[in-house]
């Protein structure tokens, strides 16, 4: 019992796991303009993330441009897209085969397949968390690097945003969700399915004797079977001398 409501544990933190990491795909805020100077005059505020750039402006307006061409974009956003795909796709299999995992379930077969279903399961959030910390850790990186050159103006410096929180969050449930489902199905087999269930010796041996009797019966009814009309009289009868 205890199990299982670890396995449900574990299945609410990847499905917010897989939330987090798509909520953080598509959110253009992953990094933010820094407001240490007094040189944005007309923009309040700037964000770029994967997909697109956005403005806000002191009028109110908010404007957002995509970003088309993939080859213009830095190595560390071209990467970030990709893992970010990938670790919202390896969840979203995961959180398949958990459904089939879980010991609360009627479907998924029976005890073993839905512990190689569950083992699976934990090995794709593991390796979507994996997937999801990676571009968030190298593009906090960037960031940061990129804020403490001298060389780089204000106007151009930025902090990160809210979304590679988001991203760092969503990791982290990832990778707790897939240790609890590896971990629940990964001690000592129990229940009835996986004993093997013997007589005691003296059972045992009084049914290997009957099967030996109910044997020698066979045979010899054979035998007797075979025989012809002749052999079958053995002996004298009183019509013979009458």
């Known amino acids: 019992m205890a199990s299982t409501g670890m396995q449900i544990f574990g299945f609410v933190l990847a499905l917010l796991g897989i939330m987090g990491a798509t909520l953080a795909t598509l959110l253009p805020n992953w990094k933010v303009s820094a407001d240490v100077g007094s040189n944005i005059i007309t923009a309040i505020s700037q964000m770029q993330g994967l997909w697109m750039d956005c403005t806000w ?12 061409s993939v080859l213009s974009l830095p190595a560390y956003l071209q990467t970030a897209r990709t893992t970010m795909v990938l670790c919202c796709v390896l969840a979203a299999m995961g959180l398949c085969l958990a459904s089939l995992g879980l010991k ?9 397949s839905k512990r190689h279903a569950a083992i699976a399961s934990g090995g794709c959030f593991v390796a979507a968390g994996f997937l999801c910390l990676v571009p968030a850790s190298w593009f906090t990186k960037e960031v940061i690097t990129s804020f403490l050159d001298s060389s780089v103006p204000e106007s151009n410096k930025f902090e990160p ?10 990791a982290g449930f990832l990778f707790v969700g897939g240790s609890i489902f590896c971990m629940s199905c990964s001690g000592k087999r129990h229940g009835p399915q996986d004993l093997i269930l013997l007589p005691p010796p003296d059972k045992l041996l009084l049914q290997q004797q009957q099967q030996q009797l109910l044997q020698q019966q066979q045979e010899l009814q054979h035998q007797y079977c075979s025989l012809s009309p002749l052999d079958n009289k053995t002996g004298y009868s009183l019509q013979d001398y009458v």
């Open 104 to 112: 609360c379930t009627r479907w998924g077969g029976g005890r073993r």
């Open 161 to 170: 945003g809210g979304a590679v929180y988001v991203a760092f969050v969503s």
């Open 57 to 68: 402006y002191s009028t109110g307006m908010f404007s957002c441009t995509l970003k088309y």
